[in-house]
């Protein structure tokens, strides 16, 4: 008789299916939404600055023929605050750092930056997250390499950590550039 | 029993404790206006909530926006609200949230270079099936 190697192939088929779910399921995919605004300009705004002692932020701060590193960040973020430090050194490695503070309330901006330093030269309170989605940032820390024609030309998801800061810099040179 | 109530307290206290970490990721903030509010037309509304329906949310990427309580939802809600009740049309806010996001935002899978197959496959494997379907029919016959 002669052998139907077809007749296995159902069953082959239903193992590579499981074999694609658990490696989906044990090793998932990383879920980051990239910003697709990399290359273009910033939109318009215009935000009320988000703590006493810095002034706010708008879209002609960004366009003055200097690059500058925008930080997304929200004193409620427990990795904004994880990434304070770099972000010092940043501002000690010649970074002008702009903020937008995401959803926050000028007492708790103000007490987060006593508590873990004030690195920005601007803040703007973005209270309903309309220059984070007008720049498609997904979450809190985000940082964006803006060139001094107010170009994005970069975006950095998730907290910087110390091996991040000499990218950065050497980003931020790019954008002079 | 002492030593009973005193593991029960402690397991009373993690579970409250498992309930507040999330929260302390959240802010203190009011949500925006027209998160979670109604707009006045219910012409305009259901034009909204159709297209919230299809806008996921990118906190919480399995939900889409009208089903997430994501603070970050509620301002994409806010966002479709607005736009609609100021006249613009929903796939225009859809387009604007792609430029922004990419293909990812939407749940309503739009033809394109990468997504061409989606549509194309089904279509191949319904004429694969009836030219199988009219070879055996006509086995059959003779």
Not at chain 1, 50 to 61: E, F, Y
Not at chain 1, 100 to 120: H, I, M, Q, S
Not at chain 1, 151 to 157: D, K, N, S
Request: proline share 7%.
């Amino acid at each position: 008789m002669r052998v139907r190697w077809s007749l296995w192939l159902p069953l082959l088929l239903f193992a590579g299916f499981c074999a694609l779910v658990a490696v989906q399921l044990f090793h998932p995919a990383e879920r980051e939404v990239e910003s697709a605004m990399i290359g273009k300009e910033l939109p318009q705004f215009d935000l009320k600055p988000a703590s006493p002692d810095r002034p706010g932020l708008k879209t002609a701060d960004l366009q003055a023929g200097k690059p500058r590193l925008l930080n997304i960040f929200a004193s409620w973020c427990v990795p904004c605050a994880a990434e304070a430090p770099q972000l010092a050194e940043l501002e000690r490695g010649g970074a002008d750092i702009v903020a937008v503070a995401v959803r926050d309330r000028p007492e708790d901006v103000a007490a987060f930056l006593a508590r873990y330093g004030n690195p920005y030269s601007r803040i703007g309170a973005d209270d309903l997250s309309e220059v984070q989605l007008g720049i498609g940032s997904s979450g809190v820390p985000e940082t964006f390499v803006i060139d001094g024609k107010g170009v994005i030309r970069y975006q950095h998801i998730g907290d910087i950590r110390p091996e991040h800061v000499a990218m950065l810099l050497r980003k931020l040179q790019e954008a002079g550039q | 029993m002492r030593r009973f109530l005193a593991m029960w307290r402690a397991f009373l206290a993690a579970l409250v404790l498992s309930f507040c970490v999330p929260a302390m990721a959240q802010d203190a903030m009011p949500p925006a206006p027209y998160a979670y509010r109604q707009l006045d037309d219910p012409a305009q509304e259901a034009k909204a909530r159709a297209l919230m329906e299809t806008l996921r949310c990118l906190k919480c990427q399995g939900q889409s926006i009208a089903d997430s309580d994501a603070p970050m939802a509620g301002d994409m809600r806010h966002q479709v609200r607005t736009r609609i009740a100021a006249g613009e049309d929903p796939e225009a806010i859809r387009a604007w949230l792609i430029e922004r996001y990419g293909d990812y935002v939407s749940y309503k899978p739009e033809l394109g270079a990468s997504t061409w197959p989606l549509f194309a496959l089904p279509l191949v494997l319904l004429i694969g099936a009836g030219f199988v379907f009219s070879r055996r029919f006509r086995r059959g016959r003779q």
